[in-house]
């Protein structure tokens, strides 16, 4: 009488979702708005960085030669010729035993190849016009900021796919993109069902509860780099539910349902695939929380149907969800920053799944340990709220204890991953 | 000539500066735009969590003590009474050999202690009536999840100053909190000076430079949390720049100046800051980069003096700036997050300063390595697109070797820390 599922491993549905990856449509904006998105296109340098030879310092361009013979005992005295600030171009040509005074970021003058300190030298008034007295040699190329030692015109500074943060919007200003090349946004909709669901400015009713997922969802979205188009929560009923489905499938990039998807008599999801005549990926998963996460496609774009629970909800979504949202603004890293950690507790719960556990890091003298937050009871809320990574614990017949090596995966992060989390061999079977 | 200046520990420098940190006005604004905030009150639980004793599953909602003899051999008979869905409650009380059928969320009838699931029951239909077999005994609480499991009526579930990602997202929801106190964004005005500096989308000229640290500022207040109001370039020049300073204090809640804080001919701000009448708190700092770092306070406002190098302005902005912008949102953990890690490579050359060295993190089996950026010269505008950390080297008269263990700081991050950076007693001497 109930539907049997074969379910599948965490990879392969990775893989399978992965299968219908689109890369959004490019875009130039304005610079102002580039933070948090990723280069659609590589970024090249319009010019050398620095474009001149320039002084780091604020002091004096000197001629080295002129002060080989320099000493505490035997000074040089130098006929100071002009002074320039950032921005300035000196038109002198500096001759023997002359100098310019220049500025930090101002460009060397013709003639001279090294700078030399404003502290180092004791300047003197003649006659109404300015010396300096230098007390020790200074070397060619001393204090000299080259032409393209930071970037070479032409060079390929940054590949397409990189995150935009505030060194690469810095790079972006340097090099003139006032416009910056970025993928639309992918627009994803969210529909919360089952008929238990209350408004959030509802009053609570014998039997219902607050609609929280789709809230959830709408934030894990945006930190992931999409846009949300939040659908009314939907009763369980076949007709209104295929209806408010296909009208978010033709209006959305992908859609994500919540709950409806296991095998009780109101899950209307299966059928309402059925209708679209959407092809099912997998409609079950060897893990834990989310066994029931099934995906569906039709015209192309991709209908996730997460599980009403919120932690396998929130898992759901991190694993299969968020890198199509990061491939399709370009990212080259889509999948979540993965590492591991020494378990800080006992875990002694043995469980046939892999197990994606909501947890904490916190590092101590170059190590990182987990912990996992609050009850691990997967309808339990509130620690979600402390969780910044999930552990993964591989399925088996025995617990885990505290000092074990575990892989964690880390949700707010912008580095990314280019490969999804695998099983490992010695995986539980399926 | 020169002017000499004392400079003081980072750790004084913060706390002078956050002897001027300031709460922002709090509002209560929609939940749909509440991520990536911070609490400014206390989030309370207005019910129990769940609100009801509730199934996990979908089954079969029965008497415990009914089961107490059922086994395989001899298989129980139950009586179904009655078919809820989430949201729905039964009306029926449920008496000796009967059930419910219940689906995931809804409420356990009256008279139920337990829940079986679907799959381990057998359905049977007998003149017009549903009947169950069960081969097993239940017990009691098998399968509930209980009323206030999760949270409890008027529980502080998350304290004010907490940082809103998506589980606290779903929490808000849960408790019906359509509206949301956070605070509002301080406003913080930048003006980058220099007469070398081009606009963003003007050709390069001999001796001249875009301005890049404004736009990295820009987005460097964006992820701390700040809105900003970029004012055009100001050259050297002390009555423009007086005027603009003067204009962006009276607009802004703080404001960023870059470049000009140093001891050259063309470095207005300390004359402007004598102008204003500002209180200077500090204009130099035991740190490489970003010594000359100035920050004063005029109107009870405060006026950060950036220097002009972009690497000094960008580690003077994450710790001076970032958490008097996180402080105001009520973040309670407002300075960047700290850790150690292993150096990767050897960094041979000593230097009597504390550095702050743009660096990447990378995890290998529990452990965190640290990788120095690019060249570590203060003036590589490209290194500091791959930073996710800055790695602290404390002075000293030795370089540092692969393996070593230093601080981190990490810039990518949420969790942040209650407490700043210091340094340690055995650090280098003013």
């Known amino acids: 009488m109930v539907e049997r599922r074969q379910p599948i491993w965490v990879k392969d549905a990775v893989d399978k979702v992965m299968q219908w990856k689109k890369r959004g449509e490019v875009e130039w904006i304005s610079i102002d708005d580039c933070e948090g998105l990723f280069l659609a296109e590589p970024l090249n340098a319009d010019h050398d960085v620095p474009p001149f030879n320039r002084s780091p310092y604020d002091g004096f361009a000197i001629r080295s030669e002129d002060t080989q013979t320099a000493s505490r005992e035997q000074p040089l005295k130098l006929s100071v010729i002009d002074e320039i600030g950032a921005g300035q171009v000196s038109r002198k040509i500096v001759g023997e035993n002359q100098a310019v005074r220049i500025m930090t970021g101002a460009a060397l003058p013709a003639g001279t190849d090294a700078v030399i300190m404003l502290e180092l030298v004791k300047e003197e008034r003649l006659e109404n016009h300015n010396f300096i007295w230098i007390k020790r040699r200074v070397d060619k190329d001393e204090n000299v900021s080259f032409q393209g030692e930071d970037a070479q015109k032409g060079e390929v500074l940054l590949k397409k796919g990189t995150y935009i943060n505030p060194g690469v919007k810095a790079l972006l200003a340097t090099f003139g993109y006032h416009r910056v090349p970025v993928s639309k946004k992918?627009?994803?909709?969210?529909?919360a069902t089952g008929s238990e669901l209350l408004k959030i400015d509802e009053p609570l009713l014998p039997g219902k509860i607050r609609n929280s997922n789709g809230y959830m969802i709408e934030a894990q979205i945006k930190r992931a780099g999409g846009s949300v188009i939040k659908y009314q929560n939907c009763a369980d009923d076949l007709e209104s539910l295929h209806t408010a489905v296909q009208k978010a499938m033709d209006e959305c990039d992908a859609v994500i349902t919540t709950g409806g998807v296991s095998v009780g008599d109101f899950d209307y999801l299966p059928e309402v695939y059925r209708r679209l005549k959407a092809d099912i990926l997998f409609n079950k998963i060897a893990m834990r929380?989310?066994?029931?996460?099934?995906?569906?496609?039709?015209?192309?774009?991709?209908?996730?149907?997460?599980?009403g629970n919120p932690s396998a909800c929130y898992v759901g979504f991190e694993l299969y969800v968020r890198p199509v949202i990061r491939y399709w603004l370009h990212s080259s890293r889509p999948f979540l920053r993965a590492g591991q950690a020494f378990l800080k507790s006992d875990f002694p719960k043995s469980n046939p799944f892999n197990r994606f556990v909501r947890s904490k890091t916190t590092f101590e003298g170059g190590?990182?340990?987990v912990h996992p937050v609050g009850l691990d009871k997967s309808s339990v809320v509130t620690s979600?709220?402390?969780?910044?990574?999930?552990?993964?614990?591989?399925?088996?017949?025995?617990?885990?204890?505290?000092?074990?090596?575990?892989?964690?995966?880390?949700?707010?992060?912008?580095?990314?991953?280019e490969e999804p989390w695998k099983e490992k061999p010695r995986s539980s079977r399926l």
Do not use: W
């Open 186 to 191: 992918p627009v994803i909709g969210i529909i």
């Open 367 to 369: 190590t990182i340990h």
């Open 289 to 307: 929380p989310g066994s029931v996460t099934s995906v569906a496609v039709s015209n192309e774009k991709l209908l996730f149907g997460l599980s």
């Open 384 to 417: 979600l709220s402390l969780a910044d990574c999930l552990m993964v614990l591989p399925g088996g017949t025995r617990g885990y204890r505290k000092g074990d090596l575990v892989d964690v995966l880390f949700l707010d992060d912008q580095t990314g991953s």
